[in-house]
């Protein structure tokens, strides 16, 4: 690729905050919220469905989700990562798998189409700075409240 190309495409990243994606992988189960234009009216659609495909990259950066719609008709949808219009990713579930690009899944339907879930098991110091947080979490929306429950003045006596 060029350098003329390269930088005006860093150049369009830099505008636009990047949608936060931690630990996405081929095999997830993720709902994608995506601004759809209809005429003069912008809504959300979210679609939902497995990470079949992930290219990285720059401003072309691309994941390719697969659902299957109504009437057990597959759905792939390819989204740009960096598009302005979307607005979330979020990852419901993670999948045990052990393939790039999960194309087979093409094939498949029904019970066969699924994957197994991958199970994560965490040490118990990752328990331990868990319940920490949540703690201290806990702390901090105890002293939001105080905060805004502050005295009148007045007792209701006369």
């Not at 003329?4 to 949608?19: E, F, H, I, T, W």
């Not at 081929?26 to 003069?40: A, L, M, P, S």
């Given at each position: 690729?060029?350098?003329?190309v390269?930088s005006v495409?860093y150049?369009?990243?830099l505008?636009?905050?990047?949608?936060?994606?931690?630990?996405?992988?081929?095999?997830?189960?993720?709902?994608?919220?995506?601004?759809i234009v209809?005429?003069?009216?912008e809504?959300?659609q979210?679609f939902?469905?497995?990470?079949?495909?992930?290219r990285?990259?720059m401003?072309d950066?691309s994941?390719t989700?697969?659902?299957i719609g109504?009437n057990?008709i597959g759905?792939e949808?390819?989204?740009?990562?960096?598009?302005?219009?979307?607005?979330?990713?979020e990852?419901l579930?993670?999948?045990h798998?052990?393939?790039?690009?999960?194309?087979?899944l093409r094939?498949?339907?029904?019970k066969?189409?699924?994957?197994?879930e991958k199970r994560?098991?965490?040490t118990?110091?990752?328990?331990?700075?868990?319940e920490?947080?949540?703690?201290?979490?806990?702390g901090?929306?105890?002293?939001?409240v105080?905060?805004?429950?502050?005295?009148?003045?007045?007792?209701?006596?006369?």
């Amino acid at each position: 690729m060029s350098e003329l190309v390269k930088s005006v495409a860093y150049g369009s990243m830099l505008d636009r905050p990047a949608v936060p994606i931690k630990d996405l992988r081929v095999g997830d189960t993720v709902k994608i919220n995506f601004r759809i234009v209809e005429g003069r009216n912008e809504r959300v659609q979210s679609f939902q469905g497995i990470v079949i495909r992930i290219r990285p990259g720059m401003a072309d950066a691309s994941i390719t989700v697969r659902r299957i719609g109504a009437n057990s008709i597959g759905v792939e949808r390819t989204f740009p990562l960096h598009s302005p219009r979307l607005e979330g990713v979020e990852v419901l579930r993670h999948g045990h798998v052990r393939r790039a690009n999960l194309y087979f899944l093409r094939e498949r339907t029904g019970k066969r189409a699924r994957l197994r879930e991958k199970r994560r098991y965490r040490t118990p110091t990752e328990v331990a700075a868990a319940e920490e947080a949540e703690l201290l979490e806990e702390g901090l929306e105890e002293e939001r409240v105080e905060a805004t429950d502050e005295p009148t003045g007045n007792d209701g006596e006369a």
